[in-house]
């Protein structure tokens, strides 16, 4: 018995150690962030240092749990893409600030058309007469794809340059789920409708690899161009050299005019400091864009304000968060900017795949709502496909770039049967009473769907397309048959997009906010950005929750690849689902 409660003992004591350890560890994080939160100075003759070693947001959470490297316990304040666009729009224009130096890092997460908006913030800097250098020891094509903007593309002599031309791969378990007994019951509307392809099939449909080929395509159309323009090379060598896998070796690289100088990075720093006529290294003044942004800003003299509302991440059912959508979040910060009589007008940043039907229809109302009032404007990232669109196809004016992926307007249910693994494999089994026939509809996995449930699914899969569609018409100014025939579940390129009417004009971010002044008829005006982040201090321990399901994520992406761990969080989400199981959401789809 002794032995028992020292063990107990010592068991509570270190619970006790861990926990205050933990406490102390977010203290000190908190600490270290905002300390540093300081007006920083701009030296005369600088180079703006940008590093993409992390992913990248439309906007970055200021939540320290969210910036907290759950493996290493290092704190990494995330890097947004409006801070990014901001930095380099303000070094554009700073006289103290001569060049660029844009370090890519290994970054593979950066979507397309993440690249594509920074490419071309990157161009108009470029072309105010400044430098941009890059240098890596690893380019994966994303990153490839950016850093070519640069009048100089360095290579470390051991590295290499993934440039291969776009693959998407899908991953199938139908197989598996036989398996383990479970039978995937699956209700859609949508030839192209593809998200349930994995859990009832072992291959592509005809139908979808139809329409990743035509995606793919466009897409990297619009990427060889541009890298074409930048490299003064022609579409066809870049073709043949990605056909050949010329930038696995980094003489071959040179040698096709992937990159302009394969040399160590102490060459590299010998350049820079030859471009900034220094011959001392501790006189090459490099402020990195995180500091840069603690310099001090001009503040506009006007009260007029277009909102910016960042609806990022899965649409779910619950509140939202930083990287999500739900019932709450999104709503109100349009419900507030409708309200404030100093925004002129709204941007929806859209960067989502989908998700709960019930939660875009919330959103699609409000947005209705606050058009009454004031103009609202779309504005597409790296996804803005199902619920993504459908959140945003009532906006007077949409904006996308051409490698954003969207449409994808469809709808499915799925709801799992699991008898055979539960009863026969587990030897698990259920009995039941109910007071009416059906008191048990829908409310399990233990046994299939009989045909008044299917029947039941079915048609509300019918009714919330048919919705989905009429709303998309209503926005787009188009016939219902129009939106059927590029709908059925079709995903496409914002290059195509437009084509097909979807999609108005081309352009990121920027593009959209001088859309919208121009439809609010503004010449001044300060941005102004929603959902407002709490306070960081508040928000620590009520998203302490979400912090297991980040360590989750971190650790399926690092031990199995983005893949994998798409496909997991994607399962783990089923459960938070509505009416019951009713999708608006597009493949996880993995393009490389």
Same mark, same amino acid.
Request: aromatic residues 8%; glycine residues 6%; charged residues 20%.
């Given at each position: ?11 509570? @004591?270190?619970?006790?150690? !861990? ?30 240092? =940008? ?159 139809? %329409? ?10 619009? =990427?060889?161009?541009?890298?074409? %323009? ?20 980094? %003489? ?14 102490? !060459? ?40 910016? =509302? ?41 960067? /989502?795949?989908?998700?709960? !039907? ?6 699609? %109302? ?78 399990? !996995? ?38 059927? /025939? ?53 928000? @620590? ?52």
């Amino acid at each position: 018995m002794k032995s028992f409660f020292k063990i107990l003992l010592a068991t509570i @004591l270190a619970l006790v150690i !861990v926990s205050a350890f933990g406490t102390i560890f977010l203290i000190s994080a908190l600490g270290g962030m905002f300390a540093s939160e300081q007006v920083v100075e701009t030296k005369d003759s600088s180079i703006l240092e =940008i590093k993409l070693e992390e992913p990248i947001y439309d906007r970055a959470s200021t939540n320290p749990v969210d910036n907290v490297d759950w493996q290493s316990f290092k704190v990494k304040k995330a890097l947004g893409l409006n801070t990014l666009l901001e930095a380099i729009h303000r070094a554009k224009n700073d006289e103290k600030i001569k060049g660029i130096y844009l370090n890519t890092g290994l970054n593979n997460t950066m979507g397309f058309a993440t690249a594509q908006e920074l490419r071309h913030a990157l161009s108009k800097f470029k072309a105010s007469g400044k430098f941009i250098y890059a240098y890596s020891n690893f380019y994966t094509q994303n990153a490839y794809y950016l850093a070519s903007v640069a009048d100089s593309v360095f290579l470390q002599p051991e590295g290499a340059v993934d440039f291969k031309g776009l693959n998407i791969k899908m991953m199938f378990y139908k197989n598996l789920l036989s398996k383990l007994g479970v039978e995937m019951q699956v209700i859609r509307h949508g030839r192209f409708k593809s998200a349930v392809e994995p859990f009832i099939r072992t291959d592509m449909s005809s139908e979808n690899k139809e %329409q990743y080929r035509v995606l793919v395509s466009s897409m990297w159309g619009s =990427i060889i161009e541009e890298i074409a %323009q930048s490299r003064k090379v022609s579409v066809a060598q870049l073709n043949l050299s990605a056909d050949s896998l010329a930038g696995m070796l980094a %003489q071959d690289a040179l040698s096709h005019q992937l990159v302009d100088v394969v040399a160590p990075y102490k !060459v590299f720093q010998t350049s820079l400091m030859k471009r900034m006529k220094v011959k001392e290294e501790d006189k090459l003044n490099l402020i990195s864009i995180q500091k840069y942004m603690q310099t001090e800003k001009e503040i506009k003299k006007t009260n007029n304000k277009i909102a910016v =509302i960042y609806a990022q991440g899965e649409i779910g059912m619950d509140k939202g968060s930083s990287y999500s959508i739900g019932t709450e979040n999104i709503k109100d910060a349009i419900k507030a900017a409708a309200a404030d009589k100093n925004v002129k007008a709204i941007v929806l940043r859209v960067n /989502s795949p989908g998700g709960s !039907v019930l939660t875009s229809d919330i959103i699609y %109302q409000e947005v209705i709502l606050a058009q009454k009032k004031k103009p609202v404007v779309a504005s597409f990232g790296n996804y803005a496909a199902s619920g993504g669109y459908y959140i945003s196809c009532a906006a007077n004016k949409i904006y996308s770039e051409p490698t954003t992926l969207t449409g994808s307007i469809g709808v499915f249910g799925i709801i799992p049967n699991a008898k055979k693994l539960l009863n026969d494999k587990l030897g698990i089994n259920f009995d039941e009473v109910s007071t009416n026939t059906n008191s048990g509809a829908l409310s399990g !996995v233990d046994r299939p769907l009989n045909k008044m449930e299917l029947s039941l699914m079915q048609r509300n899969i019918e009714n919330v397309y048919a919705s989905f569609t009429s709303k998309v018409a209503k926005g787009r100014k188009m016939s219902v048959a129009e939106v059927d /025939s590029i709908g059925q579940g079709r995903v496409w390129s914002g290059k195509d997009a437009i084509a097909i009417g979807l999609v108005d004009e081309l352009g990121g971010l920027d593009a959209a906010i001088s859309g919208a002044a121009k439809l609010a008829k503004l010449k001044a005006y300060k941005v102004e950005e929603f959902p407002k982040e709490p306070n960081p201090y508040t928000e @620590l321990i009520s998203s302490l929750t979400t912090a297991r399901v980040k360590v989750l994520n971190e650790d399926l992406t690092s031990t199995f690849g983005p893949e994998l761990a798409s496909w997991f969080m994607q399962i783990r989400a089923l459960k938070f689902l509505d009416r019951p199981s009713v999708m608006a959401r597009m493949d996880v789809i993995v393009i490389e």
